[in-house]
């Protein structure tokens, strides 16, 4: 009779683990990627004055996909331009030095790989940082 209980109870806490993971995976309703990178004046290339990022969504169960967007620099200017995964343009822009750049853009989330390029130049130095986050 022990036997058959532990039997039942393993059963059990294997379908309850099995339950739990699927639903972790594969029903989770909040979704955040980030990509982050530094441009380098003293590094610069002119073969790589482009800079690409792509950021893969791969959850749509949200209302809305916030973008946030943010770039510092202390050097040079660049301009910049998001893309969604249908490659339709989403925003884009121009910062210069001393300058912080820091938007949030609320967007219809859209399975796929989203790409923001940075063309920049020989004088281009700082930080970025772009973030998508599911929001309620």
Known sequence: MKRKWRIVLI???I????????YSFFYQEHFMRSAEGVFL????????KQVIREITVNKT??????VKHEINLDGGSLTF??????????????VTKDQIYAEKLEVTPIKGKWR?????NK?????????LESAE
């Open 11 to 13: 059963a059990v806490f």
């Open 15 to 22: 379908a309850l683990a099995v339950g739990i993971s699927y």
């Open 41 to 48: 004046s003293n590094e610069y290339e002119e073969k790589y």
């Open 61 to 66: 169960k949200y209302d809305t996909l916030l």
């Open 81 to 94: 331009e998001l893309f969604d995964p249908n490659n339709r343009l989403v925003q884009s822009g121009e």
């Open 116 to 120: 923001v390029q940075y063309h920049t």
């Open 123 to 131: 004088d281009t130095n700082g930080k970025y940082i772009i973030s």
